[in-house]
Every structure is written in structure tokens, then in C-alpha cells.
């Protein structure tokens, strides 16, 4: 099915949703509000015209001012993909999960929640899935902070971030 | 047939009957090259220098010639812990565990360039353990990304050659070797994080 016969569709029905369509791009994508990016993702499962029933990505993204995530939605059975996307405001990155749509979201949201520090409201066990439990910070932020340290353990390379690399190895950085 | 032996003896050199059939050497030499022929490695791969560490198991280049070739799957029973592959920080108390449940006299020997500096991490790793000589004394270190597994099996014999150099006697020595390195004590997570 033509993208853009499914961006026509969920125009129909979540008209006032849609904030950004792209049909040009390689890859077509809508981006929608986040208020109702659960339904637009339910009506995608669901409407017997897309079928969309494999979940392939959820992907949180740093877009430098705001948060986002996209989802690639895949039907088997009529083989085309629809990729939906939302921003979401930096002090307030929260948006509902699909895990109870898709269950391959589960540890896609956690992983977008542990890298990028997206909150999905309504995910059974939103816990980091890749850096340890008591890890501090998001690591696929822009302004993140590199550690210094973990539990005693100094974590960086000594004076790779400074650069007085040099001097404790003595040998030159190229 | 007790003739035939007794002349074959009486026609021989007791000199050289000597040096054909008896053998002179030290019990540290002959302990270690027991031991050394039978070091049990734990599998402990993590990453991609796992891959290298199984080919080295393998036919092509098996490790099973130098007594090597059973790894162990428990650290109770392993001697030599092959640290092959990437440590996380998320990894590095598990690791230290292992390490702290081998029995004496145990070695490290650290494959790869992640676990020496970090390797190819080592400048944007957050979440790479630079080294895991941070967390666990470290015997033998064989660079490469990965190593071939010949360089593998140089590693090996360097620990053969480091268990060659030990004495019996020389207990104060062994018994120095930190059993809790740094006395660093982790306590793992038991289970996810309670939600709030």
C-alpha cells in the first residue's frame, strides 16, 4: 500500500494530530502529537487496510533543542512500513508506551528511556536495559556529561578528555 | 627368557643405561610442568575476542595440545581466566565475582585491546571499563583487535612459563598474592529496581 494513501488515511481520521507529513524523503514519515501518538499507533494495528503488526524500531533521538522518538511500523502481510514520529520538549519528555500494542516495544522504550531519557508513561518495568542499574545521566544526550568515575572506578582513559593524554602515556596524540 | 634379559644387561654400558632410563630433575620442575600442562581456562567471553578464543579451542589451532582444551564452565574448578571481550561497568562486578570465586593459584590473562586500555573505546567509551586490570590483577596480556589466535596461544605459554618460574618453597610469596584485589566490594543488584 502507498504511503502516502496511509498518511491520507490517518489524516482522515486524526486530522488535527498530524503536525508534519514528509512524502518526499526516502523514507515517508507523519509526525503527530504526542497526546495521540497511542492511537494513531492502535488505529495503524488494527484498520484491516494496514495491518501494520510488526513494530521494527522505536528509536529516541536527540534532536539538539527537543527530544523525539520514531516508530517503524511493518505490516507482513501487505509489506509496507510507516514510520511515525513525535517531538517531545526537553524538561518534559513523556509520551504513552505502545508495549501493550507491541510487545517488541518493551525493551525498545527501555532502551529510548535509558540512552536518550524518554519517559513512557504506562510501561510495565521502565528500568535502563544496556548501563548499569545505577547508572546517572543519558548517555545519547547532547549535553551529556562524561563520568569520571563509577563506584571507585576511574572511567576514563587518563586525560583523554583534557588532553593531557600525552603526558601519562608519553607518547603523542595523532 | 629371564637370560636373554640378564645378557642383553650385561652387554650394555651402565653409563648410558643410565642416561637412557633414568631421569634426574627438581620437584619444582616436575610439579610445575605437571601444572603447567594442565591449566583449566573458565570460558569467559564476552565480545568479539570470544570468537577468537573458540577458534583457538577449535581443530585448526587447538589449544587442547597444551593441556588447555577443556575449558571450564564454573570458576571452582578453572585455573586461568580468559578475559576476552569488552568489560561494561555494568560487567565489571561480575567479573570481579568470578574472579573472587577462583580457587588459588589462579591467573588472568587479558585478550584483546579492550581489556587492557579499552581498546578502540577507549577515548568516547562512558560505559567501557578502561582496562580490567581496574578491577582484577592481570597475568598476561596479548594485544590485537582481536588476537590471532597464535598470538592466543603465545598468551598461554607466557602462563605456562610464569608457572614454570614458581617454587614450592616460596610459599610467603604465593600466599602474598592479593586474594581480594584492592578489597574492592561490590554489592550486585539483586534484581530489577523497586518502581517507586
Redesign the interface.
Known amino acids: 500500500m502507498d504511503t502516502s494513501q496511509v498518511f491520507a488515511a490517518i489524516r482522515e481520521r486524526f486530522g488535527g494530530a498530524i503536525v508534519e507529513e514528509n512524502t518526499t524523503n526516502r523514507d515517508p514519515f507523519v509526525k503527530v502529537a504526542p497526546a495521540s501518538l497511542h492511537d494513531v499507533m492502535a488505529f495503524l494495528r488494527d484498520d484491516p487496510r494496514f495491518r501494520c503488526d510488526l513494530l521494527s524500531l522505536v528509536s529516541g533521538v536527540d534532536y539538539g533543542d527537543d527530544l523525539g522518538v520514531v516508530y517503524h511500523a511493518e505490516s507482513t502481510s501487505l509489506g509496507h512500513v510507516v514510520v511515525v514520529k513525535a517531538d517531545l520538549p526537553r524538561a518534559k519528555a513523556e509520551v504513552a508506551t505502545v508495549s501493550d500494542l507491541w510487545s517488541a516495544a518493551n525493551w525498545h522504550e527501555r532502551e529510548a528511556f535509558d540512552l536518550v531519557g524518554i519517559t513512557f508513561t504506562g510501561h510495565p518495568n521502565l528500568v535502563r536495559i544496556l548501563t548499569a542499574e545505577d547508572w546517572v545521566g543519558h548517555p545519547l544526550r547532547k549535553d551529556y556529561q562524561f563520568p569520571t568515575e563509577y563506584h571507585g572506578i576511574v572511567c576514563e582513559f587518563e586525560g583523554i578528555h583534557d588532553g593531557t593524554w600525552a603526558e601519562h602515556t608519553g607518547e603523542q596524540l595523532g | 627368557m629371564t637370560q636373554a634379559i640378564n645378557q642383553g644387561l650385561d652387554n650394555q654400558n651402565p653409563d648410558s643405561l643410565l642416561k637412557e632410563n633414568v631421569i634426574l630433575t627438581t620437584l619444582d620442575a616436575l610439579v610445575n610442568w605437571m601444572r603447567k600442562g594442565s591449566v583449566w581456562p573458565l570460558t569467559f567471553g564476552t565480545a568479539c575476542c570470544a570468537i577468537e578464543m573458540m577458534a583457538t579451542y577449535a581443530s585448526k589451532y587447538d589449544l587442547d595440545r597444551f593441556g588447555a582444551g577443556i575449558p571450564r564452565a564454573t570458576p571452582r574448578q578453572a585455573d586461568l581466566m580468559i578475559v576476552a571481550g569488552t568489560v ?3 560487567m ?1 562486578p561480575r567479573v570481579k565475582r568470578l574472579y573472587d570465586q577462583m580457587p588459588d593459584p589462579k591467573f588472568v590473562l587479558a585478550m584483546g585491546g579492550c581489556v587492557i ?2 581498546g578502540p573505546y ?2 568516547y567509551g ?2 567501557v ?2 582496562g580490567v586490570d ?2 582484577i590483577p592481570v597475568d598476561v596480556y596479548v594485544p590485537g583487535c582481536p588476537p590471532r589466535p597464535e598470538a592466543l596461544i603465545e598468551g598461554l605459554f607466557r602462563v605456562q612459563q610464569k608457572i614454570m618460574r614458581e617454587k614450592i618453597l616460596d610459599r610467603e610469596r604465593l600466599a602474598a598474592r592479593p586474594k581480594v584485589f584492592d578489597g ?1 566490594e ?1 554489592t550486585l ?1 539483586t534484581g ?2 523497586k518502581k517507586k
Open positions: 561494561n561497568h555494568k565489571a586500555k579499552g577507549a577515548k562512558y560505559h571499563l578502561q581496574r578491577i574492592r561490590w543488584p530489577p529496581p
